[in-house]
């Protein structure tokens, strides 16, 4: 079955290089961000675990985790957090869920149901389409999912950016237009009158169209 915006994260139990975790567990009651990668000791994957590392304090601010998932064991896992550490200047502190039997990667659509084996005599080309990034919110549901090629290395300042978006318009009646950037303007949804509007926001608006008018980022 495919996954959509608003699905259900699929729950699971996993072995990660901290131990087993049952994934909704894990969450908690905040936010979490699951993105894969199709075989350890990979170029572009090794650029990537390392960026993230460097950006989880942001997350971690916004009540946000990570963790990662190879297809992999996890015994691989910690060697490749060596050179990703010597590598890229920073240590690996999050999880990274070893998916050496693909349960994780077919349970998120990743690899087809029927999929047959396990990660031994698998290549990252065979693995290709495990290159996924989901954030799931508090409630278990997933907000967002992107899927990358291979050469591609992922944009995780757009992941720390999307999140912002979301956590805000979660909070209030607004959404985000092209290119927005945390502390600038925002539009206020259809769905507000202008009656209500001038209750929640006071400080007013600029109307380019009825359906389309223009507020200060509410705090």
């Known amino acids: 079955m495919s996954l959509r915006i608003n699905d259900e994260a699929p729950n699971f139990t996993a072995v990660t290089t901290q131990g087993t975790i049952n994934f909704h567990d894990w969450i908690g009651d905040g936010w979490a961000i699951l993105f894969s990668h199709p075989k350890d000791f990979t170029p572009v994957c090794t650029t990537e675990l390392g960026y993230m590392a460097r950006l989880e304090p942001e997350f971690a601010k916004r009540n946000c985790k990570l963790i990662g998932l190879s297809v992999d064991p996890v015994e691989d ?14 240590a690996v502190s999050y999880p990274l869920i070893g998916d050496s039997d693909l349960k994780v990667a077919k349970l998120y659509n990743m690899l087809p149901a029927d999929e047959p084996g396990t990660s031994e005599g ?15 919110g508090p409630d278990k549901k997933i907000k967002l999912m992107l899927t990358y090629p291979m050469t591609t290395g992922r944009n995780f300042d757009e992941i720390l ?15 985000t237009p092209v290119n927005w950037k945390s502390g600038e303007d925002v539009i206020i949804v259809p ?8 209750k929640m926001f006071p400080g007013g608006w600029k109307t380019l169209k009825p359906y389309l008018r223009i507020t200060k980022q509410p705090q």
């Open 122 to 136: 698998r290549t990252a080309a065979t693995n290709a389409t495990v290159r996924s990034v989901f954030i799931i």
């Open 191 to 198: 769905a507000v009158s202008d009656e209500e509007a001038k």
């Open 77 to 90: 896992h910690k060697k490749w957090a060596k050179d990703i550490e010597e590598t890229q200047g920073c």
């Open 161 to 175: 950016r999307v999140l912002d978006s979301m956590q805000l318009t979660a909070k209030h009646k607004v959404a």
